[in-house]
Each structure stands twice: as C-alpha cells, then as structure tokens.
Nanobody
Framework: QPQVAESGGGAAQSGGSLRLSCAASGMSMDHYVIGWFRQAPGNEREGISCETNRERHLYYAESVKARFTASRDRASNTWFLQMDNLQPEDTGTYYC????????????????????????WGQGTQVTVSS
C-alpha cells in the first residue's frame, strides 16, 4: 500500500522560501503520479503542481508558476517542492498525494484538477507566510 508523508512546512516572511519534502514508501516514484495540493481556511483544495511518472509532464498552477519548483530524488524516493518568493496568500496546509497513472493521455493538468484520482495522501504540513 503506497504511503506518502510531507515535511518541511513552517513560517516564512513575505519573499522568503521554504522547501517541502514528500517521502514515499510502498511505491516507486517511477510508477506513480505525484501531486502537490494546498488548502487555505475556507477555500477548496487546490492542485498546485502535478507530475506524471513516465512522460514527466509537469504542471504548475498559475498561482505558483515561476515561484515554486517541483523535483524528485530517486535515490531517496522523495519529492520536493521548493517555494520561493512566498506571499501571504500562499498560507495554508500543503499535501502531497500519489496515484497510479491512468495512461499516456492524461497529463499533470488533468491530475491537478482531479484530486479524487489520488488515493494516497499525506497528513499535511502547515505553511504560514506573514507580510
């Protein structure tokens, strides 16, 4: 049973940086789609970055494009989300999630807009950005 767990959240000043980690177990990153989601109080969960396994199609939401960078380390089976130029509107609980891919016709955009696809979710890590 695949499992993922986030770490690395915390507090930052506006313009600062944080790096989140998503450690995977019971699965290989080469075989799963990975998504990063966030949820602010009172808001719906938002898919901010999703990557397909084989095609390596990487999607970023407009709200984070050019500020956040997703990457992976195969040796440790860990995904990362580098968050730069953080803004107060980035405050929320951040989750990583994994799911077995549907096929080559589905890209990161689709997965980030279909959170129900993912069947392994981490517990979430809080990110708070102050102005």
């Amino acid at each position: 049973q695949p499992q993922v767990a986030e770490s690395g959240g915390g507090a930052a000043q506006s313009g600062g940086s944080l790096r989140l980690s998503c450690a995977a177990s019971g699965m290989s990153m080469d075989h799963y789609v990975i998504g990063w989601f966030r949820q602010a109080p009172g808001n719906e969960r938002e898919g901010i970055s999703c990557e397909t396994n084989r095609e390596r199609h990487l999607y970023y939401a407009e709200s984070v494009k050019a500020r956040f960078t997703a990457s992976r380390d195969r040796a440790s089976n860990t995904w990362f989300l580098q968050m730069d130029n953080l803004q107060p509107e980035d405050t929320g609980t951040y989750y990583c999630a994994a799911g077995f891919p549907l096929g080559a016709n589905y890209d990161g955009n689709y997965y980030c807009h279909t959170s129900s696809f993912f069947d392994a979710w981490g517990q979430g890590t809080q990110v708070t950005v102050s102005s």
